[in-house]
Protein backbone atom coordinates (compact mmCIF):
# COMPACT_ATOMS: atom_id res chain seq x y z
CA UNK A 1 0.00 0.00 0.00
CA UNK A 2 1.19 3.63 -0.94
CA UNK A 3 2.20 6.10 1.61
CA UNK A 4 -0.61 8.63 2.16
CA UNK A 5 -0.03 12.29 0.73
CA UNK A 6 1.22 14.65 3.24
CA UNK A 7 -1.98 16.13 3.37
CA UNK A 8 -4.15 13.14 3.94
CA UNK A 9 -1.50 11.99 6.55
CA UNK A 10 -2.64 15.14 8.48
CA UNK A 11 -6.24 14.67 8.45
CA UNK A 12 -5.94 11.03 9.58
CA UNK A 13 -3.76 12.82 12.63
CA UNK A 14 -6.82 15.21 13.04
CA UNK A 15 -9.23 12.14 13.09
CA UNK A 16 -7.38 10.35 15.85
CA UNK A 17 -7.73 13.84 17.72
CA UNK A 18 -11.37 13.92 17.17
CA UNK A 19 -11.62 10.50 18.74
CA UNK A 20 -11.03 12.00 21.63
CA UNK A 21 -12.74 15.46 20.80
CA UNK A 22 -16.08 14.14 19.49
CA UNK A 23 -16.61 17.87 17.46
CA UNK A 24 -19.66 18.76 15.97
CA UNK A 25 -19.89 17.61 12.29
CA UNK A 26 -19.95 20.98 11.09
CA UNK A 27 -17.11 22.03 13.32
CA UNK A 28 -14.98 18.56 12.05
CA UNK A 29 -16.12 19.34 8.29
CA UNK A 30 -14.47 22.54 8.24
CA UNK A 31 -11.37 21.75 10.13
CA UNK A 32 -10.74 19.23 7.29
CA UNK A 33 -11.25 21.96 4.57
CA UNK A 34 -8.83 24.55 3.45
CA UNK A 35 -10.88 28.05 3.57
CA UNK A 36 -9.06 29.15 0.35
CA UNK A 37 -6.57 28.62 -1.63
CA UNK A 38 -5.00 30.51 -4.43
CA UNK A 39 -2.98 29.03 -7.55
CA UNK A 40 -0.84 31.48 -9.22
CA UNK A 41 1.28 31.54 -12.82
CA UNK A 42 4.64 33.61 -12.59
CA UNK A 43 6.83 34.27 -15.31
CA UNK A 44 10.07 35.24 -14.84
CA UNK A 45 12.60 37.46 -16.78
CA UNK A 46 15.88 34.47 -16.55
CA UNK A 47 19.52 35.60 -16.56
CA UNK A 48 19.52 34.75 -20.52
CA UNK A 49 16.42 36.42 -21.98
CA UNK A 50 14.05 33.94 -21.59
CA UNK A 51 10.70 33.98 -19.72
CA UNK A 52 10.00 30.87 -17.66
CA UNK A 53 6.99 30.21 -15.92
CA UNK A 54 6.49 28.65 -11.79
CA UNK A 55 3.71 27.98 -10.32
CA UNK A 56 2.98 28.99 -6.97
CA UNK A 57 0.63 28.94 -3.98
CA UNK A 58 -1.24 30.45 -0.92
CA UNK A 59 -3.14 27.97 1.10
CA UNK A 60 -5.11 29.89 4.16
CA UNK A 61 -6.50 27.04 5.93
CA UNK A 62 -8.35 29.20 8.35
CA UNK A 63 -8.98 32.27 10.43
CA UNK A 64 -11.23 31.52 13.32
CA UNK A 65 -8.16 32.62 16.07
CA UNK A 66 -6.92 35.49 13.94
CA UNK A 67 -5.50 36.25 10.70
CA UNK A 68 -3.19 33.46 9.13
CA UNK A 69 0.09 32.99 9.33
CA UNK A 70 2.67 30.88 8.04
CA UNK A 71 6.25 30.60 5.61
CA UNK A 72 6.81 30.64 2.12
CA UNK A 73 9.13 27.63 0.51
CA UNK A 74 10.98 27.46 -2.47
CA UNK A 75 11.18 23.94 -3.49
CA UNK A 76 11.09 21.74 -6.85
CA UNK A 77 8.24 19.06 -4.67
CA UNK A 78 6.08 22.07 -3.70
CA UNK A 79 2.41 21.09 -4.42
CA UNK A 80 -0.94 22.19 -3.87
CA UNK A 81 -1.05 19.42 -1.16
CA UNK A 82 2.01 20.05 0.68
CA UNK A 83 1.48 23.10 1.01
CA UNK A 84 -2.25 22.46 2.46
CA UNK A 85 -0.99 20.02 4.77
CA UNK A 86 1.76 22.82 6.49
CA UNK A 87 -1.41 25.21 6.37
CA UNK A 88 -3.22 23.01 9.19
CA UNK A 89 -0.44 22.85 10.90
CA UNK A 90 0.34 26.05 11.04
CA UNK A 91 -3.29 26.32 12.34
CA UNK A 92 -2.73 23.80 14.97
CA UNK A 93 0.71 25.41 15.79
CA UNK A 94 -0.45 28.72 16.56
CA UNK A 95 -3.19 27.33 18.42
CA UNK A 96 -0.71 24.68 20.85
CA UNK A 97 0.93 28.32 21.89
CA UNK A 98 -2.13 30.38 22.17
CA UNK A 99 -0.76 32.76 19.42
CA UNK A 100 -3.90 35.03 18.03
CA UNK A 101 -3.40 33.61 14.41
CA UNK A 102 -4.94 31.14 11.90
CA UNK A 103 -2.81 29.19 9.70
CA UNK A 104 -1.66 29.51 6.02
CA UNK A 105 1.30 28.17 4.12
CA UNK A 106 3.08 29.31 0.84
CA UNK A 107 5.05 27.87 -1.47
CA UNK A 108 6.74 28.49 -5.68
CA UNK A 109 7.40 25.04 -7.53
CA UNK A 110 10.75 26.16 -8.68
CA UNK A 111 14.68 24.91 -7.42
CA UNK A 112 16.21 27.87 -6.00
CA UNK A 113 19.44 26.24 -5.78
CA UNK A 114 20.00 26.49 -9.99
CA UNK A 115 18.43 30.08 -9.70
CA UNK A 116 20.57 33.28 -9.82
CA UNK A 117 20.07 35.98 -6.63
CA UNK A 118 18.45 38.38 -9.50
CA UNK A 119 16.17 35.50 -10.96
CA UNK A 120 15.34 34.67 -7.22
CA UNK A 121 14.53 38.21 -6.37
CA UNK A 122 12.62 38.35 -9.78
CA UNK A 123 10.30 35.75 -8.99
CA UNK A 124 9.49 36.73 -5.14
CA UNK A 125 8.38 40.24 -6.20
CA UNK A 126 6.20 38.28 -8.74
CA UNK A 127 4.90 36.01 -6.43
CA UNK A 128 4.57 38.35 -3.92
CA UNK A 129 2.34 40.49 -6.36
CA UNK A 130 0.09 37.62 -7.50
CA UNK A 131 -0.27 37.06 -3.69
CA UNK A 132 -1.07 40.42 -2.94
CA UNK A 133 -4.83 40.09 -3.11
CA UNK A 134 -4.37 37.65 -0.09
CA UNK A 135 -1.74 38.65 2.35
CA UNK A 136 -1.50 41.75 4.62
CA UNK A 137 -0.91 42.83 8.36
CA UNK A 138 -4.29 41.93 9.38
CA UNK A 139 -5.26 39.27 7.28
CA UNK A 140 -2.31 36.67 6.45
CA UNK A 141 1.68 37.17 7.41
CA UNK A 142 4.08 35.11 5.09
CA UNK A 143 7.20 33.97 6.93
CA UNK A 144 10.65 32.40 5.69
CA UNK A 145 10.52 28.70 5.35
CA UNK A 146 12.28 25.88 3.32
CA UNK A 147 15.06 28.07 0.91
CA UNK A 148 13.70 31.16 1.88
CA UNK A 149 15.50 33.79 3.84
CA UNK A 150 15.67 37.13 5.61
CA UNK A 151 16.53 38.67 1.65
CA UNK A 152 13.32 37.09 0.27
CA UNK A 153 11.24 38.79 3.04
CA UNK A 154 12.72 42.32 2.42
CA UNK A 155 11.95 41.67 -1.02
CA UNK A 156 8.50 40.76 -0.52
CA UNK A 157 7.89 43.63 2.33
CA UNK A 158 9.75 46.04 -0.40
CA UNK A 159 6.89 45.05 -3.04
CA UNK A 160 3.86 45.02 -0.94
CA UNK A 161 5.13 48.22 0.36
CA UNK A 162 5.30 49.61 -3.73
CA UNK A 163 1.58 48.33 -3.96
CA UNK A 164 0.41 50.70 -1.04
CA UNK A 165 2.69 53.18 -1.32
CA UNK A 166 3.69 53.10 2.26
CA UNK A 167 5.95 51.26 4.14
CA UNK A 168 4.48 47.76 5.80
CA UNK A 169 6.61 46.25 7.58
CA UNK A 170 3.76 43.92 9.15
CA UNK A 171 3.12 42.17 6.11
CA UNK A 172 6.14 39.91 6.54
CA UNK A 173 8.36 38.54 9.46
CA UNK A 174 11.29 37.22 9.51
CA UNK A 175 13.02 40.29 7.67
CA UNK A 176 15.95 41.63 8.29
CA UNK A 177 16.57 44.27 11.50
CA UNK A 178 16.67 47.19 9.86
CA UNK A 179 13.28 46.85 8.21
CA UNK A 180 11.63 46.05 11.21
CA UNK A 181 12.39 42.47 11.50
CA UNK A 182 12.99 41.13 15.39
CA UNK A 183 16.19 40.38 17.33
CA UNK A 184 16.52 36.33 17.93
CA UNK A 185 14.13 35.54 14.97
CA UNK A 186 16.93 34.10 13.05
CA UNK A 187 17.64 31.15 15.74
CA UNK A 188 14.17 31.08 17.15
CA UNK A 189 12.95 28.23 16.14
CA UNK A 190 15.91 26.42 17.40
CA UNK A 191 16.16 27.92 20.47
CA UNK A 192 12.38 26.88 20.79
CA UNK A 193 13.26 23.42 20.32
CA UNK A 194 16.24 23.39 22.52
CA UNK A 195 13.58 24.60 25.56
CA UNK A 196 11.33 21.43 24.35
CA UNK A 197 14.23 18.92 24.29
CA UNK A 198 15.54 20.29 28.08
CA UNK A 199 11.72 19.70 29.43
CA UNK A 200 11.46 16.13 27.82
CA UNK A 201 14.68 15.47 29.22
CA UNK A 202 13.68 16.71 32.64
CA UNK A 203 10.54 14.29 32.29
CA UNK A 204 12.47 11.38 31.32
CA UNK A 205 15.31 12.16 33.51
CA UNK A 206 17.61 12.35 31.38
CA UNK A 207 20.56 14.84 31.33
CA UNK A 208 22.15 17.08 29.05
CA UNK A 209 25.83 15.40 29.72
CA UNK A 210 27.25 13.30 27.11
CA UNK A 211 23.79 13.07 25.82
CA UNK A 212 24.40 12.24 22.52
CA UNK A 213 22.57 14.18 19.17
CA UNK A 214 22.17 13.37 15.71
CA UNK A 215 20.56 16.61 14.01
CA UNK A 216 19.56 15.66 10.10
CA UNK A 217 19.02 18.72 8.20
CA UNK A 218 21.86 21.55 8.45
CA UNK A 219 19.71 24.68 7.14
CA UNK A 220 18.94 27.32 9.69
CA UNK A 221 16.83 24.94 12.14
CA UNK A 222 19.12 21.88 12.46
CA UNK A 223 22.93 24.40 12.13
CA UNK A 224 20.92 26.73 15.46
CA UNK A 225 19.80 23.73 17.32
CA UNK A 226 23.14 21.89 17.05
CA UNK A 227 25.03 24.79 17.78
CA UNK A 228 23.06 25.31 20.76
CA UNK A 229 22.80 22.10 21.95
CA UNK A 230 26.82 21.85 21.62
CA UNK A 231 27.07 24.98 23.77
CA UNK A 232 24.96 23.66 26.63
CA UNK A 233 27.16 20.40 26.44
CA UNK A 234 25.42 18.04 24.33
CA UNK A 235 27.73 15.68 21.99
CA UNK A 236 26.18 15.99 18.59
CA UNK A 237 28.11 13.19 16.81
CA UNK A 238 26.40 13.52 13.62
CA UNK A 239 24.65 15.87 11.34
CA UNK A 240 23.22 15.19 7.65
CA UNK A 241 22.28 17.40 4.19
CA UNK A 242 20.37 16.61 1.64
CA UNK A 243 24.28 15.14 0.01
CA UNK A 244 25.24 13.04 3.18
CA UNK A 245 26.20 12.87 6.42
CA UNK A 246 29.13 13.23 9.05
CA UNK A 247 30.04 11.01 11.78
CA UNK A 248 32.36 11.69 15.04
CA UNK A 249 31.71 9.68 18.20
CA UNK A 250 33.66 12.20 20.56
CA UNK A 251 31.27 15.10 19.01
CA UNK A 252 31.30 17.75 16.08
CA UNK A 253 32.52 21.22 16.79
CA UNK A 254 29.63 22.85 15.27
CA UNK A 255 31.19 26.20 14.73
CA UNK A 256 33.69 24.18 12.50
CA UNK A 257 31.41 22.10 10.51
CA UNK A 258 29.44 25.19 9.55
CA UNK A 259 32.25 27.24 8.26
CA UNK A 260 33.11 23.99 6.73
CA UNK A 261 29.74 23.82 4.66
CA UNK A 262 29.91 27.12 4.05
CA UNK A 263 33.26 27.54 2.48
CA UNK A 264 32.60 23.67 0.27
CA UNK A 265 28.82 23.97 0.00
CA UNK A 266 28.53 20.38 1.98
CA UNK A 267 29.43 18.33 5.64
CA UNK A 268 31.05 15.79 3.48
CA UNK A 269 34.78 16.11 3.94
CA UNK A 270 34.68 17.69 7.29
CA UNK A 271 37.35 16.39 9.60
CA UNK A 272 37.72 14.72 12.21
CA UNK A 273 34.71 13.59 11.37
CA UNK A 274 33.77 9.74 9.22
CA UNK A 275 31.36 10.91 6.14
CA UNK A 276 28.88 8.02 5.44
CA UNK A 277 25.21 8.16 3.97
CA UNK A 278 22.15 9.27 5.75
CA UNK A 279 20.44 5.87 6.30
CA UNK A 280 24.14 4.91 7.86
CA UNK A 281 24.00 7.75 10.16
CA UNK A 282 20.11 6.91 11.26
CA UNK A 283 21.53 3.68 12.37
CA UNK A 284 24.11 4.72 14.74
CA UNK A 285 22.62 4.99 18.08
CA UNK A 286 21.90 8.23 20.26
CA UNK A 287 19.66 9.57 22.58
CA UNK A 288 18.48 12.84 20.57
CA UNK A 289 17.31 12.70 16.91
CA UNK A 290 16.42 15.95 15.27
CA UNK A 291 15.51 15.59 12.10
CA UNK A 292 14.90 18.99 10.68
CA UNK A 293 15.15 18.95 6.80
CA UNK A 294 11.72 18.33 5.14
CA UNK A 295 8.99 16.35 5.75
CA UNK A 296 9.08 12.54 5.33
CA UNK A 297 12.33 12.36 5.98
CA UNK A 298 11.67 9.00 7.95
CA UNK A 299 9.69 6.65 6.37
CA UNK A 300 9.05 3.18 5.73
CA UNK A 301 12.15 2.26 4.29
CA UNK A 302 14.34 3.51 6.72
CA UNK A 303 12.31 4.01 10.16
CA UNK A 304 13.64 0.35 11.28
CA UNK A 305 17.03 1.12 11.74
CA UNK A 306 16.52 4.47 14.05
CA UNK A 307 17.78 3.62 17.53
CA UNK A 308 17.09 6.80 19.80
CA UNK A 309 14.96 7.54 23.10
CA UNK A 310 13.66 11.14 22.00
CA UNK A 311 12.98 12.45 18.75
CA UNK A 312 12.25 16.49 18.55
CA UNK A 313 10.99 17.42 15.02
CA UNK A 314 12.25 20.68 13.66
CA UNK A 315 10.54 20.41 10.26
CA UNK A 316 6.87 19.84 9.21
CA UNK A 317 5.86 16.10 9.60
CA UNK A 318 9.14 14.97 9.14
CA UNK A 319 8.05 11.36 10.43
CA UNK A 320 5.27 9.47 7.92
CA UNK A 321 2.49 8.30 9.79
CA UNK A 322 3.31 4.37 9.16
CA UNK A 323 7.15 5.46 10.74
CA UNK A 324 5.38 6.92 14.05
CA UNK A 325 3.33 3.88 14.57
CA UNK A 326 6.78 2.02 14.53
CA UNK A 327 8.75 4.35 16.35
CA UNK A 328 5.94 4.68 19.31
CA UNK A 329 5.89 0.57 19.64
CA UNK A 330 10.20 0.91 20.28
CA UNK A 331 8.90 3.63 22.85
CA UNK A 332 10.51 6.63 21.51
CA UNK A 333 9.18 9.94 23.05
CA UNK A 334 8.23 12.13 19.83
CA UNK A 335 8.13 15.70 19.91
CA UNK A 336 6.29 16.89 17.12
CA UNK A 337 6.44 19.57 15.21
CA UNK A 338 3.82 21.69 16.27
CA UNK A 339 5.09 21.91 19.31
CA UNK A 340 9.01 21.22 18.72
CA UNK A 341 9.40 23.72 16.02
CA UNK A 342 6.77 26.64 17.09
CA UNK A 343 9.66 28.77 18.71
CA UNK A 344 10.16 30.40 14.82
CA UNK A 345 6.26 31.46 14.89
CA UNK A 346 5.94 32.99 18.27
CA UNK A 347 8.89 35.25 17.67
CA UNK A 348 7.41 35.56 13.95
CA UNK A 349 4.39 36.85 16.44
CA UNK A 350 6.25 39.26 18.62
CA UNK A 351 7.73 40.45 15.32
CA UNK A 352 4.18 41.33 14.08
CA UNK A 353 3.34 43.04 17.36
CA UNK A 354 6.36 45.19 17.41
CA UNK A 355 5.55 46.42 13.46
CA UNK A 356 2.28 47.17 14.82
CA UNK A 357 2.87 48.96 17.76
CA UNK A 358 6.15 50.72 15.81
CA UNK A 359 8.23 49.82 19.51
CA UNK A 360 10.89 47.39 19.51
CA UNK A 361 12.02 45.10 22.38
CA UNK A 362 15.38 44.15 23.33
CA UNK A 363 16.73 40.55 22.88
CA UNK A 364 16.33 39.62 27.02
CA UNK A 365 12.84 40.50 26.43
CA UNK A 366 11.96 38.40 23.52
CA UNK A 367 13.88 35.12 24.54
CA UNK A 368 12.13 35.23 28.10
CA UNK A 369 8.98 35.12 26.84
CA UNK A 370 9.60 32.52 24.18
CA UNK A 371 10.75 30.14 26.78
CA UNK A 372 7.81 31.44 29.01
CA UNK A 373 5.62 30.28 26.06
CA UNK A 374 7.25 26.97 24.86
CA UNK A 375 7.24 25.76 28.56
CA UNK A 376 3.65 26.18 28.93
CA UNK A 377 2.73 24.55 25.87
CA UNK A 378 4.97 21.67 26.56
CA UNK A 379 3.39 21.52 29.93
CA UNK A 380 -0.15 21.61 28.64
CA UNK A 381 0.75 19.07 26.25
CA UNK A 382 2.30 16.41 28.63
CA UNK A 383 -0.61 17.03 31.14
CA UNK A 384 -3.00 15.93 28.06
CA UNK A 385 -0.61 13.29 26.93
CA UNK A 386 -0.11 11.85 30.74
CA UNK A 387 -3.95 12.43 31.47
CA UNK A 388 -5.31 10.65 28.55
CA UNK A 389 -2.95 8.47 28.14
CA UNK A 390 -1.66 9.44 24.35
CA UNK A 391 1.03 10.31 22.55
CA UNK A 392 2.47 13.75 22.20
CA UNK A 393 2.11 14.11 18.49
CA UNK A 394 -2.41 13.30 19.47
CA UNK A 395 -1.66 15.45 22.85
CA UNK A 396 -0.44 18.42 20.90
CA UNK A 397 -3.01 18.14 18.14
CA UNK A 398 -6.08 18.05 20.66
CA UNK A 399 -5.08 21.33 22.32
CA UNK A 400 -4.44 22.88 18.84
CA UNK A 401 -7.52 21.62 17.12
CA UNK A 402 -9.56 21.93 20.51
CA UNK A 403 -8.83 25.70 21.00
CA UNK A 404 -9.58 26.20 16.52
CA UNK A 405 -12.57 24.36 17.44
CA UNK A 406 -13.79 26.88 20.72
CA UNK A 407 -13.08 29.87 18.42
CA UNK A 408 -15.06 28.32 15.56
CA UNK A 409 -18.21 27.95 17.82
CA UNK A 410 -17.85 31.03 19.97
CA UNK A 411 -18.26 32.80 16.19
CA UNK A 412 -21.06 30.81 15.15
CA UNK A 413 -21.81 30.15 11.42
CA UNK A 414 -21.87 33.90 9.20
CA UNK A 415 -25.01 34.13 7.58
N1 LIG B 1 8.03 28.46 8.51
C1 LIG B 1 7.97 28.43 9.93
C2 LIG B 1 7.07 27.31 10.42
O1 LIG B 1 6.83 26.34 9.73
C3 LIG B 1 7.64 29.79 10.53
C4 LIG B 1 6.32 30.36 10.14
C5 LIG B 1 6.10 31.78 10.61
O2 LIG B 1 6.94 32.33 11.32
O3 LIG B 1 5.08 32.34 10.23
O4 LIG B 1 6.64 27.31 11.54
Redesign the pocket.
Known amino acids: MPEMSFFQEVLANLDEANKHLNLLPAVYERLRNPRRALIVSLPVKMDDGRVEFFKGYRVQYDFARGPG ?3 VRYHPKVSLDEVTA ?1 AAL ?1 NW ?1 CAVVDIPFGGAKGGVECDPTRMSKSELERLTRRYTYEIGLLIGPESD ?1 P ?3 VYTDEQTMAWMMDTYSMMKGYAVPGVV ?2 KPVSIGGSLGRNKA ?1 SAGLVTVVVEALKHLDMGLDDLRVTVLGFGKVGYHAARILHEMGAKVIGVADSKGAIYNPRGLDIDAVHRHKTETGALKGFKPAEDMTVDDLLGIESDVLVPAALEGQIHRANVERIRTRVIAEGA ?1 NPITNEADRVLMDKNVFILPGVLA ?2 G ?2 VV ?1 YFEWVQDLQRFFWNEAEINQRLTAIIKKAFGEVLNISLEKKMDMRTAATVLGVQRVAEAIMIRGLYP
Open positions: KGGLMKIAPDTGTNNAGVS
